[in-house]
């Protein structure tokens, strides 16, 4: 006898809006997880909306940039009732500003019930990077910390210590010999070439990574529904601090409830962050001053 298949969209076929393989950490994800059936949008460019090299600047929030490529997916494939499209940031970390960071956004949009849901991953484990070499030396120094040839770099011209890409961009640099080229040429023209890591999804395995992980939250998210509409994203939107310490009694930074939010009806429900019923008094603004 034949089992019912459970995942919610089993056999729905989706559009994925990438020209840089991420079906590769996305499609098995989504497929497993919700039964999607992931085709890539064949011939979208999906530069046209920003690039990590700044040849084309990126307008607009990184949902903004992710809705506009579901938009040109569905264009591809007008067969299609769902669409996903991926977007990451790169910079310092909020609060440990020498530290980069990755945030990386997987969204879904489901035209026919006008469902919008994203998943979320960020992470300090990136090589996000650049240097400003004078000597070719340099360069093959950056590459190296940075995982090339299994990570990309990308070259450019440089004016007055600031990356030009319009005067200047070399990328898909795939070994040594390639890479010495580009850079004597821009320190030729320039003075230095400025060698930063290629972010784009299929020159960057730590990236990729890192996608596949926000994929998985969006699984994470479709099926945690609404107990009072049923509709999938009923999750954590804030944190509540005062957790009471165990030695004095008093309010702690600790954070005690977590507060769930449907995006659709406003349902709203607390819950207690953990089983514990005191904070640890080391973090007690009263007992550790």
């Known amino acids: 006898m034949a089992t019912a298949d459970l995942r919610p969209c089993a056999g729905v076929t989706a559009v994925l809006a990438s020209m840089h393989a991420k079906e ?50 569905f264009d591809v494939r007008p067969d299609a009732r769902i669409g996903i ?14 530290l980069a960071q990755d945030t990386e956004l997987v969204l879904l949009c489901d035209r026919d019930s006008g469902l919008e849901l994203a998943g ?51 990328k898909d640099i795939r070994d040594g010999t390639a890479l010495a080229e580009a850079v004597r040429s821009a320190i030729r023209r320039f003075g230095a070439a400025w060698v930063e890591t290629d972010m784009r999804a299929h020159r960057n395995p730590t990236r990729m990574t890192a996608i596949g992980r ?29 957790l009471p310490c165990a030695c004095c009694g008093e309010p702690t930074a600790v954070a005690a409830i977590a507060v769930l939010v449907c995006p659709a009806c406003g349902c709203r429900r607390e819950r207690s962050v953990s089983s514990d019923r005191t904070a640890d008094p080391a973090r007690c603004g009263l007992c550790n001053p």
Do not use: W
């Open 214 to 242: 926000a994929a998985r939250d969006l699984v994470r998210r479709f099926h945690s529904r609404c107990p009072d509409c049923g509709r999938p994203g009923f999750d954590v939107t804030e944190l509540l601090a005062g």
């Open 24 to 73: 590769r950490a996305i499609a098995p994800v989504l497929e497993a997880g919700l039964g999607l059936v992931i085709t890539p949008a064949v011939g979208l460019n999906t530069d046209q909306f920003g690039t990590f090299s700044r040849d084309i600047a990126r307008t607009g929030s990184p949902s903004e940039a992710a809705r506009a490529k579901i938009a040109a997916g």
């Open 85 to 98: 499209a991926s977007e990451g940031c790169f910079g310092p970390h909020p609060q440990i500003p020498f």
């Open 120 to 170: 979320y991953h960020a992470t300090l484990e990136t090589n996000f990077g650049h240097t400003l070499a004078r000597t070719v030396e340099d360069a093959m120094a950056f590459a190296e910390r940075s995982g090339f040839p299994g990570h990309g770099v990308i070259v450019m011209g440089s004016r007055d210590g600031h990356p030009d890409p319009a005067a200047a961009l070399a």
